[in-house]
């Protein structure tokens, strides 16, 4: 089992839509958790972080953390074309220490 | 405020011969994290450096080494280099005094080419 699955996509949803990215983690000690967003050929961008359970929202973005179901979730609200990229998943676990430990990513297109 | 700087932006090396990665942490920053990303994966932690010390280390051979300066900047080595080592190499910092809730920023890479 993968420390971080994601859906690799890619998840197409039109101009508008709502974007509904998921991600499951296998350490259930597993503390913070990090949405980054990457362009192609580019590094990834910090977009949200999350450590309780709940709701995070910083503008269209809203982050879902469910510890119980060892689940996080990341809301694009008024997708745009500029949201296309791939979106990746990190986890950080008392385990693992101070790394961050990656999901594969999903990708995004969002059609005008 | 001055984000992550890396160098050099791309780099075409033949196997066998050895790189030297450079990367400048965020101002304010102490503490430097290496990842490795091969094309279509997620980034892989290859080792974090604080108080120029190797902190903790991802599953990569001895081939892989590092150091930090006193300016918290921050170098990546790799020797005898495989063509699968061909992948972006991300330099992220990160501030330890924030323990288990610090964020890590990235910088925008090196695009590393073994022939």
């Known amino acids: 089992q993968k420390e971080v699955e994601q859906n690799s996509g890619p998840l197409s949803v039109p101009e508008g839509a709502i974007a509904s990215l998921n991600c499951t983690y296998s350490?259930?000690?597993?503390?913070?958790f990090f949405w980054y967003r990457q362009y192609s050929g580019k590094s990834p961008e910090l977009i949200m972080f999350?450590?309780?359970?709940g709701d995070k929202e910083d503008g269209r973005f809203t982050a879902q953390l469910n510890k119980a179901s060892q689940y996080v979730s990341l809301l694009i609200r008024d997708s745009q074309p500029s949201d296309s990229a791939t979106y990746l998943c990190?986890?950080?676990?008392?385990?693992?220490?101070?790394?961050?430990?990656f999901g594969a990513g999903t990708i995004l297109r969002v059609k005008s | 405020d001055a984000g992550v700087t890396q160098s050099p932006t791309h780099l075409i090396k033949t196997r066998g011969q050895q790189v030297t990665l450079r990367c400048s942490p965020k101002?304010?920053?102490?503490?430097v994290s290496w990842y490795q990303q091969a094309l279509g994966q997620g980034p892989q932690f290859i080792f974090q450096?604080?108080?120029?010390?190797?902190?903790q280390r991802g599953n990569f051979p001895d081939r892989f080494s590092g150091h930090q300066f006193p300016n918290y900047s921050s170098e990546l080595n790799v020797n005898a280099l495989l063509l699968g080592d061909s992948a972006l190499y991300l330099c992220?910092?990160?501030?330890?005094?924030?323990?288990?809730?610090?964020?890590?920023?990235f910088g925008p890479g090196t695009r590393l080419t073994v022939l």
């Open positions: 990190a986890v950080k676990t008392r385990e693992y220490g101070n790394k961050l430990v």
């Open positions: 101002s304010g920053h102490d503490t």
């Open positions: 999350i450590y309780s359970n």
């Open positions: 450096y604080y108080e120029e010390e190797e902190r």
């Open positions: 350490d259930r000690g597993s503390q913070s």
């Open positions: 992220a910092s990160s501030l330890a005094a924030l323990g288990g809730t610090d964020t890590q920023y």
